[in-house]
């Protein structure tokens, strides 16, 4: 494997990284599948673009984390209040963030950012003496560091540790007398903001917003939680958010190494893609097959 490749793969995977911040907090610590995240990551993309086309490239991604968490709370409302299924509930977040993603894009279904201010753009003057693939990894890490301490913190806080409650045991924090529902649509939005973000940085650094980029970047999301706790195992919540981030990293690799090995065609990125989901999605339940029969053999061996 190039370091060029291994340089891109780990930008793209502090990128991604941002994505596997949300998921994990609606999958794992919320308990909850969120399917919003499809919408939720076109949509930091269009409205990072769409400032970018302004000439507003930072604005554009606060407001991406904005638009996020506003479709992660839809979802929650959807579930608490109207007493939708969760899935259900993430399909339709979704499905009506498509319209509005396209008007965000100016009803366009890509948006180019060649010539315009983004935040990598401005990296690029402000640090003349470095090379711009390491311009890139380094903003990426500033911003996935930067998330990850937030993340942290927040999860360490009072009302963190609600929604951590919420997602353990929700009759206990409800006998509690903690508003149940409030902190559903809170983990929500702010597992979506995270989403939102990632979509906002990727928009940026590729240079261009495609209405079609959120298809089926939930289950890259959730390849990377598995894949992160396969390396880390289930610990903490501060270590579940780095193995996260991690399993991003190593995801975007195995990519990367399986298409530049040739046994694939570039176009077959998503079976791929599938491919590697699907058997890091079984890893726990092969590796507790492999104890369980490791265990049995002895048994059988004192016996």
């Known amino acids: 494997m190039s370091w060029t490749l291994f340089h891109g793969s780990l930008q793209l995977g502090l990128i991604y990284g941002l994505l596997a911040l949300g998921v994990y907090t609606s999958f794992r610590i919320l308990n909850v599948p969120d399917l919003t995240t499809d919408g939720s ?114 999860f360490r806080t009072h009302l963190g540790l609600c929604i951590r409650a919420t997602g353990n045991n929700m009759d206990m924090v409800r006998s509690s007398s903690i508003n149940v529902d409030g902190m559903k649509i809170l983990a929500l939005a702010i597992a979506n903001g995270c989403v939102g973000l990632s979509g906002a940085v990727l928009a940026q650094y590729q240079g261009y917003a495609d209405i079609g980029s959120g298809v089926g970047i939930v289950v890259i999301g959730l390849a990377s939680v598995i894949i992160g706790e396969v390396c880390f195992g289930r610990r903490s919540v501060g270590i579940g958010f780095l193995s996260a981030v991690v399993g991003a990293i190593l995801y975007r690799i195995v990519i990367a190494v399986a298409l530049k090995s040739e046994i694939f065609p570039a176009y077959a990125l998503k079976l791929v893609s599938a491919g590697i989901v699907a058997i890091a999605l079984s890893l726990p339940a092969l590796r507790q097959t492999l104890e369980q029969t490791l265990r049995k053999r002895k048994g059988m061996r004192h016996a």
């Open 41 to 154: 990551f076109t949509l930091g993309l269009a409205v990072s673009a769409a400032f970018c086309v302004r000439g507003q490239p930072l604005p554009g991604i606060l407001l991406a984390v904005l638009a996020g968490a506003l479709a992660g709370a839809l979802t929650g409302l959807f579930q608490t209040k109207a007493g939708i299924h969760p899935i259900l509930a993430g399909i339709l977040t979704m499905s009506g963030l498509y319209t509005v993603n396209l008007y965000v894009m100016g009803e366009s279904s890509n948006l180019s950012l060649i010539g315009k201010d983004t935040l990598f753009a401005m990296a690029f003057g402000a640090v003349p003496g470095l090379a711009k693939n390491d311009v890139k990894l380094l903003l990426a890490l500033v911003i996935c560091l930067l998330a990850l301490g937030v993340m942290r913190w927040f």
